[in-house]
């Protein structure tokens, strides 16, 4: 039997820097009305994306999955992707 060569898959990625959006851009409130910036943090299954992939910081977290809710239950998000 031949031997396979094993190759290391588990070497860490070099990621880019992350930052908070709302910090970089100095927006101090977010509003469930501005439904562009919100889809910036959702998944294409309309899911709210976690930190680790959005950068945020987690004030800023707590506020945009908040104002994601405000939006879908008022109606200008969906639950679910089309």
């Given at each position: 039997?031949e031997?396979?060569?094993q190759?290391?898959?588990?070497k860490?990625?070099k ?5 908070c ?10 509003d ?11 998944s ?11 950068g ?15 939006a ?9 992707a089309?």
């Open positions: 039997m031997r396979r060569q190759h290391n898959n588990n860490p990625k990621q880019e820097k992350r930052y959006f709302f910090k970089a851009h100095d927006i101090q409130d977010v469930y009305k501005d439904i562009e910036t919100l889809r910036r943090f959702l294409s299954n309309m899911k709210i994306k976690p930190r680790r992939k959005t945020l910081s987690s004030k800023y977290q707590r506020k945009v999955a908040k104002a994601i809710k405000q879908r239950i008022a109606g200008l998000l969906g639950f679910t089309k």
